[in-house]
């Protein structure tokens, strides 16, 4: 997708301006933090268990070729293919390359980040193939050609009447007049309609939670059961997985699992966790004839090692927008591409470039909140401080804002200036408030002052206050 | 980190008590904005058995530069704050973001540098917030001091969550004559201040603090209390702006006993 990151401030108004998402937010606020907390709160070693999942991918960060690689010796061991793609590109023709051998007019897809990243569906459509989207939020988006606005709930921006027009716009094989103002109606819709696209997909794209080196596996979560019938049903299983995603052991794996689903939606566990390990072997009953995976890097490569190496031990839960303020107030789609919350304003300028995302990393209170509920703990705000640095370092900022701090840090280092100077704007201010508590209005403070009062000082500053006492002690 | 009583870990046996040298950071809001606050800090200090000192050459902690990525402009302000409270036993802080600046992130800013990382891990070592100083440290319990009003304190995000800053501001207002305190939902959800955040991106910062409003007027509360001033200035502005007259204060004040003065941004 073409981002709009660089419109952040657009985006952001435009969502504040929108009540049904404001709606939409504020339930998600009430709902997944809470889950959360009380699915921690069953389970006394999870802090232990995030120190665990946090330790397993630091390994295997810090051995990564040596886990790609078994991984795929494993998946060639048991009959199938590991695709290698530098790059969006790479990754997209490798995988309409297997679709074009495959014959293929219907590809079923279970909701998969990295495609999203890659942008497959588009591609995938403009060369003659029907991309169709599996899971229930996904599939609406795709109907309103939208990115999703969530990882782990995609369409968490629209109402359940949004949903049913849209479904009203797309179905026009139905009735017009059919009820669909309960949800389940929407939902048995969408089952039916995708019912047909299962049975005759030609090739199933599924994402992966997880890679398993010792195995060659591929995990899958879900809770629609979508995923199963997407990579059991096609002739053709295609896997597009990052190279992070790599984890060394099932019992590795069965460790991350734990802490994913508590932190994403408060489940213990989802109600669906598939390994999909080759394609079918002699005396299987089904699966595919053939499993790829498309093992895309995408810049990832170039993060290892630098203060963005943390990053990449993301397992995608959601947790850091579920508990953001930003997040909340803005929604997904204001960061203008795949991803979004805190993981996003890391991410994003990561894989977009820091120009075109310019906004994100500052566009952060740095509460710190999501960093606590990271079950990787990563350290999120300090990355976004990082990309501030190279920002500024890179002279990225604006002339007036890179002045301004330097003049202000060239004073605040000297108490000698810093004093009268202070003493000497502050009895300004306060004359100008003429015992009022507060500005409506203050010059170069308009940024301030376009939602909040600005209050005013109490007259003078405390160190001349403090130097007058100390006089007037010294004098008795 | 010290966690002792400051006169038990000072006290020779049969001999005077030693009162603990505390330098006293007020910071640049408190300084600026709100000297009402640097007092009450002072007096409670005292009031705790502390032998304070002001330096004269303090300033700011430096967090400006440092969170909008000018690495080098924080260094030279921190410099300033390393250099001027060098001698002291503690040094206290009437904000949680700011000794998390000095606690948490002086060590980070001069990493590679021998002598000032050094010099800033014994600063972070010795560095407190005010309130959980005095609970934790000072082993204060109780505050002679009254004000007649509902209140609920604001988890300032730093305070919380690089200071450890939760208990001891509720313990403490739980002695004061007259005070109800009530908890919000969202007591440790972030205002929307966030520092030059706040002028860089007014809409979204407003629609977050209107969250907090919004979670300060459910609970019926007449004050909003908290230990930042960035924050409380941010969450004051915003109130007065909707035309609401619920008053914000920092805790010291109440504390102190000294919340005879108009509120934050209040006339």
């Not at chain 2, 208990?167 to 002695?175: E, T, V």
Request: glycine share 8%; aromatic share 6%.
């Amino acid at each position: 997708m073409e981002p709009t990151s660089a419109r952040f401030k657009n985006n952001a108004r435009e969502a504040l301006d929108t009540p049904t998402l404001q709606a939409a937010l504020t339930k998600l606020a009430d709902g997944f933090p809470g889950r959360r907390r009380d699915a921690i709160a069953r389970m006394p070693e999870f802090e232990r268990l995030r120190d665990a999942a946090r330790a397993i991918k630091e390994h295997t960060l810090d051995h990564l070729d040596v886990y790609l690689e078994t991984f795929e010796a494993r998946v060639n061991a048991n009959g199938g293919e590991v695709h290698w793609c530098a790059d969006a590109d790479e990754a997209r023709r490798t995988i309409l390359d297997i679709c074009r051998r495959a014959g293929a007019r219907t590809v079923t897809k279970s909701k998969s980040m990295i495609s999203e990243e890659i942008a497959i569906n588009d591609y995938l459509e403009r060369h003659g193939i029907r991309p169709v989207e599996t899971d229930l939020g996904e599939y609406i988006i795709q109907l309103r050609r939208e990115p999703p606005s969530h990882i782990i709930a995609p369409a968490i921006h629209l109402s359940a009447a949004q949903v049913a027009d849209t479904f009203r716009a797309s179905h026009t094989r139905r009735p017009k007049d059919r009820p669909l103002d309960e949800p389940t109606a929407l939902l048995d819709e969408a089952r039916a309609e995708l019912r047909e696209d299962f049975l005759t997909a030609d090739v199933g794209i599924t994402g992966a939670n997880m890679l398993v080196a010792e195995t060659g596996s591929n995990v899958l979560v879900t809770n629609e059961g979508n995923a199963d019938l997407t990579h059991t049903l096609p002739r053709v299983h295609i896997v597009v997985a990052s190279i992070e995603k790599i984890v060394p052991t099932l019992e590795d794996a069965s460790i991350v699992l734990r802490v994913l689903a508590r932190s994403a939606t408060g489940q213990d566990v989802t109600v669906y966790t598939s390994f999909c390990t080759g394609p079918r072997r002699t005396g299987d009953p089904d699966g595919p004839r053939e499993y790829h995976v498309v093992l895309l890097d995408n810049g990832r490569s170039k993060l290892l090692n630098t203060e963005f190496h943390d990053m990449l031990r993301c397992i995608r839960c959601s947790a850091c927008l579920n508990h953001c303020p930003v997040y909340r107030a803005v929604g997904g789609h204001a960061y203008g591409w795949v991803y979004s919350g805190p993981m996003g304003a890391v991410l994003i300028p990561a894989l977009i470039g820091l120009e075109e995302a310019a906004h994100l990393p500052n566009a952060s209170t740095l509460c710190g909140r999501c960093e606590s509920v990271c079950p990787m703990r990563i350290p999120l705000p300090r990355m976004l401080r990082a990309w501030r640095e190279r920002q500024h370092r890179e002279k990225k900022i604006s002339w007036s804002a890179r002045f301004g701090l330097t003049a202000w840090s060239f004073v605040a280092a000297r108490p000698r200036f810093y004093r009268p100077l202070t003493a000497l704007a502050i009895r300004a201010l306060g004359n100008m408030a003429r015992n009022r508590g507060r500005f409506r209005r203050l010059p170069l403070l308009g940024g301030w002052t376009r939602v909040r009062d600005f209050p005013a000082p109490e007259g003078e500053t405390f160190m001349t206050l403090w130097r007058d006492a100390a006089e007037r002690r010294g004098q008795s | 980190m010290p966690s002792s009583n400051p006169q038990s870990a000072t006290r020779p046996s049969n001999a005077q008590i030693v009162r603990p040298r505390v330098g006293l950071f007020v910071t640049c809001l408190v300084d600026l904005m709100r000297p009402t606050v640097g007092f009450a800090a002072l007096k409670l200090l005292e009031e705790a058995g502390c032998e304070v000192e002001i330096p004269a050459a303090q300033t700011c902690c430096g967090q400006p530069a440092w969170n909008s990525g000018d690495s080098a402009g924080a260094r030279r302000v921190a410099k300033t704050a390393i250099t001027a409270f060098e001698t002291h036993r503690y040094v206290v802080v009437p904000s949680g973001s700011c000794a998390g600046m000095i606690r948490v992130h002086y060590p980070e800013l001069f990493k590679g540098d021998r002598e000032w990382e050094e010099r800033a891990a014994a600063l972070a070592a010795k560095t407190h917030e005010l309130v959980s100083f005095l609970a934790d440290v000072c082993g204060l319990r109780d505050v002679k001091a009254r004000l007649d009003t509902i209140a609920t304190y604001h988890d300032s995000c730093s305070g919380l969550r690089e200071m450890g800053v939760k208990a001891q501001p509720r313990a403490l207002l739980a002695s004061v004559q007259g005070l109800e305190l009530r908890e919000g939902k969202e007591a440790e959800t972030c205002c929307g201040f966030g520092g030059l955040f706040c002028v860089k991106y007014p809409d979204v910062s407003a629609a977050i603090t209107d969250v907090k409003i919004a979670d300060i007027v459910a609970t019926g509360a007449k004050t909003v209390l908290g230990g930042d001033m960035g924050c409380l200035m941010n969450i004051a502005g915003r109130l007065k702006r909707r035309g609401s007259d619920v008053a914000v204060r920092h805790v010291a004040e109440v504390l102190a006993g000294m919340a005879d003065k108009p509120p934050i941004a209040g006339d």
